[in-house]
């Protein structure tokens, strides 16, 4: 037995003050399992003592400590109490610690022992305590320290182990007024989550705890683009925040664009990390998603600019060197120091003061277009959403990973340690075997048989065995084989669009090397080249099928140092009961924490390892093994219990609550207490009462909560309640949910004016002492339902008919108020932006809503347009030039919108800078541009842009004024391109109008500019312009207060001899306005005659001679100089002499007679009369 004086106690770092305060941890250290391997080597196992240090030397086992330092506190000196040290014999060498080893990189060699250690005297290691940084987590100041028990002296190779130790914190006051870091809030969920970490919980009393903030409690953030904030459709963000809300995380959306603007920092990281630390400390924000790629370098393809930013960590491994840019959001999620507290190039150093402790919890969905966010999104809700026995199905796929590597050489060698509870290497860590929902199945290479497969020394699955995994209705994938940036399961990126077709998403935990290298960038291999492509996590998180989320690496995976961190994921949940992912990963990197300066090995596993996916995602099947487990199913809002009801301000609500029993045991006999942290709620029935709740089993309250909302509460707002219960058997949890106010919210959303049935110009404008119908569409825009609503509009100067009673009014739902509005003819002229206000009542309104309009009043509109088809001789009135590159605008056929020509430019392979340039424009008033476009460049790098010049003045940008088919990216800033750093319109556009609102430059004479620019590498094909339309509308006075059309009267139609003098009367046309008419006659059929006077009121004319009789038809057209009418007329002219001698003719006024001579007895040949 080896002396216990020199180990009975330690002491580090000077004495005890007089005044030192004592932290006291017994760990009790079980007696070592020591065996010798094929070599010779003896290895040294003790359970819950890790297998840590630096290659080559004794790898003998450590205990990894946190303790809890009490606020204001400092650290004097650690003392460590033992007992004896208990002998474990001579003549052994200890197995060396083995350097770390990439998965890629083949066998690991052999590390030797270190003959400083092994060849001399000195025992080993020379301290039994190794003193961490201090660490701060959620603000509480937590000091790690390594305990290593076992000793080992090389000469006569004797190993010996203190039995039970007791590690003495000696503290003492820091300066006056100090108290817990920068970070503490004191929320009950920051204590729950510190008693998992500390050693000493029982130190926890130490500080104050405090309630929650109430109205401002963001619990959960994202962190996007403008662009992907604004993406459209039922998967969009807005689809996922609602869910947040709707289950109490009052979740709120920043841009990256906001953050840019409103928070400091050295670069957009650094101001990304401020505002979540804002957030988190002042907002009581948990949950952090961000929703962005960040592409290192922008190479073409899918490559582009950051959206929302990554931090690179450095870390230096044996072998490999210093790796300086390891994309990792722990940046984000550990909010103390800055990372890089020496200033230098490399973040994440101990030097730094680097932050290890997560205070939020962070994942990534590396979205950089809409549609990827659409598909992550749907995916995400639908795995929430998901129900049925495919969630027990879980596999272990492995694959042949090296040879030499005695009892590791396959992926399930590993992976066993994760299916199953295991102590190996020390590390204590619970597996799927502690659950009795999950069933596992395996998929490994040293299962299968038949010939070697290419590359490996072992048989191995295929592409269709994996895709049958993936698409087979299987809930947890946990992975350990050879990857890439590209590359993951026998799987390729281009692999996964056509070869997924799961409907039901899964879940994927990866221990291989730089799939989720979401920056792209490759290994020293291919000289760290940024791939085209996105990366293997991208494509099957954001992809149509495959993942809601995932764990993967962004660089190398390490020989057992991943597989450790991945084995305290899945402890979180059979250990802990977490089934959150963003607690889960942050529960093993909180487990490695304490280890990470002592073994560079786990440094990169904790760096390079991160979450893909919503951190706020609960995993399915993870249920305690005993007991009830309640949580919240749903709650209704009534009157009474039963009739449904709005939520709304000034109301006394009934809520019945159920709640979803997922443990394994009744919960009976519970008690149940109901609290809300919003000053808008006061509860007044806190205890609802509940039956017994089976286990899988719905209960619903029998006696209802109940609380009244305030008056002055705001539709939307969100009221936040916890659900504290406990049941018979000591067990207790709480559940959290939200109410939205549920309040009405009338608004104005259109109008339409008409004047046609006035009579006068009909021209939508309503004009003095001119009657319009104005149409006024109203909304529901608020949560709850209105009823008996009455609509009233008023402006001055007009007459307006009374208010109309619209009836009831669902949330969402519009309607239309009809008014009739009369201007006064004393109103201006023109009356422009005329205000109308509309006051909008409901019976659940305590106070009327108002809302309002402008329209132009007693005008009329003077248009003027421009217009260019390309059809003409150019240039027409264009001009063209270029700023660097070749002038090649022209008219082309190649393609068009309308027959048969464009305007084209080429994507040329070198750098180009070229204007095309309307003719000068005057506008005034209300001004609309609009063109078609078509664009087949180069994305991101060569692209187009629309600009304008005042006045002659200098050209600026119109893209805000673009009102649609807007830029659709931003020129790359790495480009030569004169648009480097732009918006524009770059990439592939097929044709499409584009309209842009000039209106705020009017009265101007101004010119408008179409720009393209190339940089110095890549050809494309080019961009086509056709159909530019300007148009300008000027409202000017209406000089008529009314002017309805003329009334044209060509007078009645006339029967007439033969020769007589005719007239015509229009003299009974008249203008309604009182207007002096012109008149205006013609002939439209007829044997022709001459007017006296064309253009008079009543002209005349001979009726020309005719055989029989014949019709003339005469148009009259009037005109009072703004309108016109017109009118016609019938002459009918008759000849009634029909050569009878034995008759007489005679014209009646309207046509012949013909009567026989009553003395015409004899008649002769011919009608002649012979006896007359």
């Known amino acids: 037995m080896l002396p216990m004086t020199p180990w009975l106690v330690l002491l580090l770092l000077g004495a005890v003050p007089a005044a030192a305060d004592t932290l006291t941890v017994t760990v009790p250290v079980a007696r070592p399992l020591v065996w010798q391997d094929a070599e010779g080597f ?65 066998p690991r060699p052999f590390t030797e022992p270190d ?45 010996a182990y203190l039995p039970a130790v007791t590690l003495v914190v000696h503290t003492s006051a820091a300066r006056a007024g100090a108290g817990p870091g920068t970070l503490y809030r004191g929320y009950r969920r920051d204590f729950q989550a510190l008693g998992r970490l500390v050693a000493n919980p029982e130190a926890m009393a130490s500080y104050r705890s405090r309630p929650a903030a109430s109205r401002d409690n963001n619990r959960y953030v994202v962190i996007t683009s403008q662009q992907l904030a604004g993406c459209s459709g039922p998967d969009n963000l807005q689809s996922l925040l609602d869910d947040k809300a709707g289950r109490g995380l009052n979740p709120l959306l920043k841009t990256m664009e906001e953050i840019r603007t409103q928070y400091t920092g050295a670069d957009d990281a650094a101001k990304v990390r401020a505002f979540i630390t804002d957030m988190y400390l002042n907002h009581g924000t948990d949950y952090v998603l961000l929703v962005g790629d960040a592409d290192l370098q922008v190479v073409g393809g899918e490559t582009q600019a950051p959206v929302v ?131 596992v199945a395996v998929l490994d290479d040293k299962f299968m048989s038949g010939p070697n ?105 390490l020989g057992w140092y991943s597989n450790y961190f991945h084995r305290f994921f899945w402890d979180a949940a059979f250990r802990q009961g977490l089934n959150q992912l963003g607690p889960m990963q942050a529960y093993a990197q909180e487990q490695m924490a304490p280890g990470v300066w002592s073994d560079s090995g786990i440094q990169w596993a904790f760096y390079v390892s991160n979450l893909f996916g919503d951190p706020e995602a609960a995993l399915h099947g993870i249920l305690p093994q005993q007991g009830p487990y309640l949580t919240y199913f749903d709650h209704e809002i009534t009157t009474d219990g039963s009739t449904p009801a709005p939520a709304g301000p000034g109301r006394h609500l009934v809520m019945p609550i159920i709640l979803r029993n997922l443990g394994a045991d009744t919960a009976s006999g519970i008690a149940a207490t109901l609290s809300s942290n919003s000053p808008l709620v006061t509860i007044t029935q806190a205890n609802p009462v509940f039956s017994d709740i089976a286990a899988g089993a719905n209960g619903r309250s029998g006696l209802h909560a109940e609380f009244d909302i305030a008056s002055q509460a705001q539709d939307g707002e969100q009221l936040d309640f916890t659900l504290d219960w406990t049941d018979a058997g000591g067990y207790s949890g709480e559940v959290h949910f939200a109410v939205r106010v549920q309040q009405a919210r009338l608004v104005y959303v259109s109008h339409a004016v008409d004047d046609s049935a006035a009579g006068c110009d009909g021209d939508g404008i309503a004009d003095a002492d001119e009657t319009a119908v104005f149409t006024v569409t109203i909304a529901n825009r608020g949560g709850g339902p209105a009823s008996n609503v009455q609509a009233g509009l008023a402006a001055s100067g007009c007459t307006v008919s009374p208010p109309v009673n619209l009836g009831d009014l669902a949330a969402g739902e519009e309607t239309s108020a009809v008014f009739t509005v009369t201007p006064a003819s004393s109103l201006d002229c023109p009356a422009l932006d005329w205000p109308f206000s509309l006051t909008l009542e409901a019976d659940e309104l305590p106070q009327p809503d108002s809302d309002g309009f402008t329209e132009t009043l007693n005008a009329d509109l003077v248009q003027a347009n421009f217009f260019d088809d390309m059809e003409g001789t150019p240039p027409n009135g264009w001009s063209h030039s270029a700023g660097s590159g070749s002038d090649d605008w022209g008219y082309a056929t190649t393609s068009f919108h309308s027959p048969s020509h464009s305007w084209f430019t080429a994507d040329v392979e070198g750098q180009s800078d070229k204007y095309l340039l309307t003719p000068q424009l005057n506008i005034a008033g209300t001004t609309q541009l609009s063109f078609w476009q078509r664009l087949d460049s180069e994305a991101g790098y060569d692209g187009g842009v629309i600009e304008i010049s005042v006045n002659g003045g200098p050209f600026e940008d119109l893209g805000p004024y673009i009102t649609a088919n807007g830029y659709n990216d931003t020129i790359s800033s790495w480009t030569d391109s004169a648009l480097a750093g732009r918006s524009a319109w770059t990439g592939t556009i097929a044709w499409q109008q584009v309209t842009v609102d000039l209106s705020s430059y009017a009265p101007a004479e101004v010119v408008v500019r179409f720009r393209f620019a190339s940089d110095s590498t890549v050809h494309v094909t080019g961009w086509w312009i056709d159909d530019v339309l300007v148009d300008a509308r000027q409202p000017v006075c209406q000089q008529q207060s009314c002017n309805p059309p003329p009334v044209a009267d060509a007078g009645p139609d006339q029967d007439v001899e033969s ?23 013609s002939q439209s059929s007829g044997p022709a005659v001459t007017l006296s006077d064309s253009h008079a009121s009543a002209p005349t004319f001979t009726a020309p001679p005719v055989s029989g009789s014949a019709a003339l038809v005469f148009s009259l057209l009037v005109s009072d100089g703004g309108q016109d009418a017109s009118d016609s007329v019938t002459v009918t002219v008759w000849n009634c002499d029909d050569g009878e001698d034995c008759t007489g003719d005679s014209f009646t006024g309207s046509g012949c007679e013909h009567l026989a001579f009553d003395d015409c007895t004899l008649c002769g040949q011919d009608g002649v009369c012979l006896n007359g």
């Open 309 to 439: 930013p990554v931090r690179g960590l450095c870390c230096y491994l044996v072998g490999l060197g210093t790796e300086d840019n390891i994309p990792s959001d722990l940046y984000y999620a550990a909010l103390d120091g800055d990372f890089n507290a020496d200033g230098d190039s490399c973040w994440g150093e101990q030097e730094d003061g680097t932050d290890l402790l997560p205070e939020v919890w962070v994942g990534r969905a590396p979205a950089d277009g809409c549609g990827e966010v659409g598909n992550f999104v749907r995916k995400t809700l639908d795995y929430q959403n998901a129900a049925g026995d495919w969630l027990r199905n879980v596999y272990m796929v492995g694959e042949w990973l090296w040879d030499n590597n005695g009892d590791h050489e396959f992926g399930i060698d590993f992976l066993t340690d994760v299916q199953n509870s295991s102590t190996a290497d020390g590390y204590d860590t619970k597996g799927f075997s502690e659950s009795s929902f999950y069933q």
């Open 1059 to 1081: 020769g007589a003098l005719v007239q015509l009367d229009g003299s009974q046309s008249y203008s309604p306005g009182g207007l002096p008419l012109q008149y205006s006659w």
């Open 42 to 106: 003896s290895h040294v196992h003790i359970p819950g003592f890790v297998a840590i240090g630096r290659p080559g030397q004794p790898q003998l086992p450590a205990g990894l400590l946190q303790v809890l330092i009490p606020p204001g506190q400092q650290v004097d000196s650690l003392e460590l109490v033992t007992a004896d040290m208990v002998d474990l014999g001579d003549g052994h060498v200890v197995y060396p610690k083995q350097q770390p080893w990439p998965f890629s990189w083949g």
């Open 453 to 557: 497969c290419p590359g490996q020394l072992s048989p191995c699955w295929s592409q269709a065995d994996i895709l049958a995994v993936l698409n087979g209705g299987n809930h947890i994938i946990n992975h350990l084989g050879h990857s890439y940036t590209d590359y993951n399961m026998r799987l390729y990126c281009n692999d996964l669009p056509g070869g997924l077709t799961n409907t039901l998403p899964f879940f994927d935990y990866s221990q291989g090397c730089y799939p989720a290298a979401f920056d792209n960038r490759t290994d020293s291999s291919y000289g760290y080249a940024v791939l085209e492509q996105d990366s293997f996590v991208e494509y099957l998180l954001l992809g149509d099928h495959g993942a809601f989320a995932a764990v993967m690496n962004t660089r190398y995976g």
């Open 115 to 159: 003959p400083a250690v092994y060849t001399g005297t000195r025992t080993y290691p020379p301290a039994l305590l190794e003193r961490q940084p201090l660490e701060h987590f959620r603000g509480f100041a937590i000091l790690p320290v390594v305990l290593r028990p076992v000793v080992y002296n090389p000469g006569p190779g004797r190993l």
